[in-house]
């Protein structure tokens, strides 16, 4: 069922409602998320990112298998970071907090920022030094967060960030703090609401496992109540450099071009075995060369621009094609938009870039082939 019929059922808009009246995700599923009529909420209309074909990806796949991309870069901050922390902020919010802080590799950094300042709150985000694309860091200070670049990794940050939780009055918005998974549990939602069903498989990049956790939280709410009948196998994938849950112990010094899920120790390990144990799922490790091959394919081919990160799960997909079953519909979560990293789209691409040509049609027309 399409996202808008979703939001005419809830009531939202009328008969003749439209995508403008979508009210960011909070509202939208207010029945499934641990929200009362007097929490602050605090959204930029987050949610309702859309499930996109991807007809090149699915032909690889082949066996008439159906490949889409939930394109959840599309959110106000440019990731899934957005359904998280709309509820951790207006749940900060109504318990009265007036600062917030969180370690990140990026996202959760634009995030935060832009949530509680929205919401009249200070935000402190932790970043390790020299290791978070451009784009995010530009949004932290532009939304008006304290930025603190720490000569470590992300996370070493995280360890700080709790302890200054446990001693401060400031509330910690990474994803052990549990609403933002609850948040985050609408991105399941909204795949079935779009499908009319659960995919087979569902293939998401993996750091701190928070998103992967939560999608399955969704799927199972929505199952329970009746709106999905199966639930998907859950593939998760993280970069070689970076791959506790493959390795099954911690990373010390985690490496990876896709700086957002550059994580040793994941916060959700557990939850993400439990995961992986109970959808009969699996991890599995992608290198950096296979990441960037998802990458530029998703971009050059289906028109789809996301962050290396991101691309994690497509070239997950691809590197267990073998594993799908005929006909089976595949949704590959791509979490942040590409913009964020502007850096290494600019490194990374099989384009043609004429560079100090003359001003010239001659010389232009010469450079084009004519
Ligand atoms: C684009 O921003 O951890 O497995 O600090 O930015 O839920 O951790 C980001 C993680 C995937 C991994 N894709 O999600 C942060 C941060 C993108 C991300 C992940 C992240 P989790």
């Not at 749940?91 to 009265?96: F, L, P, V």
């Not at 600062?99 to 634009?110: D, L, P, R, Y």
């Amino acid at each position: 069922m399409p996202l808008i019929q979703t939001l005419r059922q809830l009531g939202l808009g009328g008969a003749r409602a439209t995508m403008q009246d979508w009210p960011g995700l909070i509202e939208a599923y207010r029945r499934w998320l641990p929200v009362s009529q007097s929490t602050p909420v605090i959204s930029l209309r987050e949610g309702a990112t859309p499930l996109i074909p991807a007809p090149v990806i699915s032909e690889r796949i082949g066996k008439g298998v159906r490949v889409y991309l939930k394109y959840d870069g599309l959110n106000p901050t440019g990731s899934f970071k957005d359904r998280g922390m709309t509820m951790a902020i207006s749940k900060a919010k109504e318990a009265g907090s007036e600062a917030v802080i969180c370690a990140s590799t990026g996202n959760t950094s634009a995030a935060a920022a832009a949530y509680a300042r929205r919401g009249g709150m200070r935000a402190f985000v932790l970043i390790p030094d020299g290791y978070v694309a451009q784009g995010k860091l530009a949004q932290a200070l532009l939304y008006g967060a304290e930025v603190i670049a720490i000569k470590g990794n992300f996370d070493r940050a995280l360890a700080i960030v709790r302890d200054v939780a446990d001693r401060y009055p400031i509330t910690l918005v990474n994803s052990v703090n549990p609403y933002r998974l609850q948040g985050q549990k609408t991105a399941a939602f909204e795949v079935v609401d779009a499908l009319s069903d659960a995919p087979d498989w569902l293939c998401i990049p993996v750091g701190n496992a928070g998103n992967i956790t939560a999608y399955w939280m969704g799927f199972n709410e929505y199952r329970q109540a009746g709106h999905c009948r199966k639930l998907p196998r859950m593939m998760g994938f993280q970069a070689a450099g970076s791959a506790p849950l493959v390795l099954g112990h911690t990373v010390e010094q985690p490496d990876t071009i896709a700086t957002a899920i550059r994580i040793g120790n994941p916060v959700n390990r557990d939850n993400a075995l439990k995961v992986e144990r109970e959808s009969n799922g699996g991890f599995m490790a992608v290198t950096d060369a296979e990441i960037i091959d998802a990458y530029k394919l998703l971009g050059s081919q289906e028109g789809v621009f996301c962050e290396p990160a991101s691309a994690a799960s497509v070239a997950g997909l691809l590197k267990r094609r073998d594993e799908v079953p005929a006909g089976a519909t595949v949704v590959c979560v791509l979490t942040g938009n590409g913009l964020k990293d502007p850096a290494t789209a600019i490194e990374h691409n099989d384009s043609k870039f004429h560079t100090g040509l003359e001003a010239d049609t001659d010389a232009v027309a010469a450079v084009m082939g004519f």
